[in-house]
């Protein structure tokens, strides 16, 4: 069983390496503010503007695991079989809210699959476009999902401010999303007067890419024609973030 672990581990890093290419050949060595600008340039390649091609492919492939599907916030698994296309329930999480985006209805940044999720329509409702930071008290959250494998929040953050905190086993998945948007689109984390960065540098390294996020980022690369940076690597995060961003 260890040598079919090891292999295992072996062919999903040997298929890694082997995606990235030289893709970072470029960046490799630069931090702070020239690594930032170098990455919004590398990875502003994808021109896709079909919302309804990527929620077809996010349901029916991307994290579609035998006809199931599961929510990014909660671990609850959902039937959906291979012809589902988000309308109902589950249906499909912008992590970064579409009411955020610097451009209204933009439909590249509605499309970009390297924020979707698949999410139950209720957590999803909850979400609502609350900023993605820490719940400073879970016993007095508005929203507690006891019910389900995973558990998210809704409540007041330290400051008093209504957030959404995410569950811990998504939480890095969460955060490299977010910290991608803001790269790709130069859209702003901070949201209803909470700067969610310093949160969502914490969750990255807490919570850091596992084969699933791996494979999907792959995936959503053969798909539009870029890729995460941080989930290839996570430790841009703080090569970037320990730096103060203009």
């Not at 082997?18 to 600008?37: E, H, K, P, R």
């Not at 539009?224 to 320990?242: A, G, K, L, S």
Request: charged content about 15%.
């Amino acid at each position: 069983m260890q040598k079919i672990i090891f292999t295992l581990i072996l062919l999903s890093l040997t298929i890694f390496c082997f995606a990235q290419g030289n893709y970072y050949d470029s960046v490799i060595n630069l931090t702070g503010q020239s690594l930032y600008t170098a990455l919004h340039s590398l990875i502003s390649t994808n021109t896709n503007n079909s919302y309804n091609g990527s929620k077809a492919f996010l349901f029916q492939q991307l994290d579609n695991v035998d006809g199931y599907v599961t929510c990014i916030y909660t671990g609850q698994s959902f039937y959906v079989g291979y012809n589902y296309t988000g309308s109902t329930n589950p249906n499909t999480e912008h992590t970064y809210a579409q009411s955020w985006f610097a451009v209204e209805d933009d439909p590249v940044r509605r499309s970009d699959l390297h924020h979707l999720f698949p999410t139950d329509s209720n957590v999803n409702s909850a979400r609502s476009n609350y900023p993605l930071f820490t719940v400073a008290n879970h016993n007095s959250a508005s929203v507690y999902y006891s019910y389900t494998p995973w558990q998210s929040y809704r409540g007041l953050s330290a400051n008093g401010y209504t957030v959404f905190e995410p569950a811990d086993e998504s939480k890095g998945n969460i955060a490299r999303a977010l910290l991608y948007f803001n790269t790709r689109y130069y859209d702003t984390l901070t949201q209803q007067n909470v700067n969610m960065i310093p949160d969502l540098v914490i969750w990255n390294e807490q919570d850091p890419p596992d084969a699933i996020e791996i494979a999907r980022n792959n995936a959503i690369y053969e798909f539009q024609n870029n890729r995460n940076p941080y989930v290839d690597h996570p430790e841009f995060v703080n090569r970037i973030w320990t730096t103060p961003i203009s």
